[in-house]
C-alpha cells in the first residue's frame, strides 16, 4: 500500500529566499506524482505532474524532482514570495489509468515579507 | 483545460438533515470520479470511487448507507450525505481525470470543495 510522507510539515521562510520541500513514498511502482498547493479553505490547485519516466518538470518558479529509486520527489520554489504561503501536498498514481491519488499531510509554507 | 465543478461550496445545517453534493466535469466526459474528505490540517483521504453506470466502491471504514454516491451520467457525481451529524463535519472534494486527453498521463483535477458544518 503507497503511503506518502512530507517533511517538514511547516516551513517559515523571510522572502526572496529558495526553498526546498521534500516528499517521499513507500511504493516505488509509482506512476506519476502530483503537486498541488491550497490555500486556506481552498481546493486544490495543480502545481506539477512527474510520469514515473520523468526526473522532473519545471513551470516558472517552480522545478519539481522524481527519484523513484529513493522514492522521493521534491518541489524546489525559488525567490520566494509572499503570495506563495499555502500548503503544499505531493499526491501519489501507483497504478496508470484511472486511480485515485495517495497524499501525503502537506507541509505548510509561510513567506515573510 | 479540464475543469470540474463542485458545488455547494459552504452549507451549515441542522443535524439529521441530508445534504448533497455535486461534482461535475465541465468539459469532459469521466466515468470515475473520486470523493476525498480533509479533516482540519489533515491530508485528503479517498472515501470513494464513482463509477458511471454502476455502484460506487467505497474505501474501509466509509459507510456506504451514509454517503450515498450516484454517478447518472458522464458528467455529473452526487454524494449525498445522510441525517448528517456534527462528527460528518468537514471539507469534501471530488476529483476526475480527463482519459480522453492522453489517459493516464492527465494529472487529476479537483473541485473547488464542499465545507460542511453540521450544527
Known amino acids: 500500500k503507497q503511503e506518502v510522507t512530507q517533511i517538514p510539515a511547516a516551513l517559515s521562510v523571510p522572502e526572496g529566499e529558495n526553498l526546498v520541500l521534500n516528499c517521499s513514498f513507500t511504493?516505488?511502482?509509482?506512476?506519476?506524482l502530483q503537486w498541488f498547493r491550497q490555500d486556506p479553505g481552498k481546493g486544490l490547485t495543480s502545481l506539477l505532474l512527474i510520469q514515473s519516466s520523468q526526473r522532473e518538470q519545471t513551470s516558472g518558479r517552480l522545478n519539481a524532482s522524481l527519484d523513484k529509486s529513493s522514492g522521493r520527489s521534491t518541489l524546489y520554489i525559488a525567490a520566494s514570495q509572499p503570495g506563495d504561503s499555502a500548503t503544499y501536498l505531493c499526491a501519489g498514481g501507483v497504478n496508470s489509468g484511472n486511480t485515485p491519488l495517495v497524499f501525503g499531510k502537506g507541509t505548510r509554507l509561510s513567506v515573510i515579507a | 483545460g479540464a475543469v470540474v465543478s463542485q458545488h455547494p461550496s459552504w452549507v451549515i445545517c441542522k443535524s439529521g438533515t441530508s445534504v448533497k453534493i455535486e461534482c461535475r466535469s465541465l468539459d469532459f466526459q469521466a466515468t470515475t470520479m473520486f470523493w476525498y474528505r480533509q479533516f482540519p490540517k489533515q491530508s485528503l483521504m479517498l472515501m470513494a470511487t464513482s463509477n458511471e453506470g454502476s455502484k460506487a466502491t467505497y474505501e474501509q471504514g466509509v459507510e456506504k448507507d451514509k454517503f450515498l454516491i450516484n454517478h447518472a451520467s458522464l458528467t455529473l457525481s452526487t454524494l449525498t450525505v445522510t441525517s448528517a451529524h456534527p462528527e460528518d463535519s468537514s471539507f469534501y472534494i471530488c476529483s476526475a481525470r480527463d482519459l480522453g486527453a492522453g489517459g493516464g498521463n492527465q494529472p487529476q483535477h479537483f473541485g473547488d470543495g464542499t465545507r460542511l458544518s453540521i450544527l
Open positions: 511504493d516505488s511502482a509509482i506512476y506519476n
